[in-house]
């Protein structure tokens, strides 16, 4: 989370950016805000388990990132330290387990489908990607490294798409040209857990 944190804020400018283009520009103070709560979580107090801590980094996003980000990623970590549990050994199989969860959260919440221009188009092919490098036998480091370059594409793909969902769905074709916030943020969350996780704990 603290690497998250950093990114978001090196990324901040970049992701305000791209939210005033279709959106309302605060994508990058709102999660800049949240991430850097949740990177003073470890600092704060001790966690039993992966699942206590992911469910308040869930939490603490929800009440502190603005828009419909912090609900949709806050989702993602309640679901996915929810399928984790007290999981110690977490393989590829697991943690692919667990990601299915998270972005069942992040749809439950968002009802969006591919092709919306959402950070869904970013998830939906990051989880294709995983699931077929675990299918080849791939571990963790080579599943996550297949997630991010599939939700890279899905991240470039948003740029030609129309949005039908969220506040960008307002400027109907005006819309098209511009690459989704939510999908741009989503592929800095997959390269900080491929950078930092495969050798560590989630526990911080
Ligand atoms: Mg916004």
Known sequence: MSDFAQVIGQNAEHLTDLDRAIGDGD???N???GTSKT???AEAEEFDNSAAYLKKVGMTLVSNVGGASGPLFGTFFLRLGGALGDAEDIDAVTFGKALHAGVG???ARGKAEVG???MFDAWSPALEAYDAAVTDGGDLQAALQAAVDGAKQGRDATVDLVARKGRASYLGERSKGHQDPGATSTVLLLESA???WPN???LP
Request: aromatic content about 0%; charged content about 25%.
């Open 27 to 29: 994508h990058g103070s």
């Open 31 to 33: 999660m800049t805000r």
């Open 39 to 41: 990177a003073a979580l």
């Open 105 to 107: 959260g992040v749809l």
């Open 116 to 118: 919306d221009k959402t």
């Open 194 to 196: 491929l950078r930092l």
């Open 200 to 202: 560590q704990r989630i």
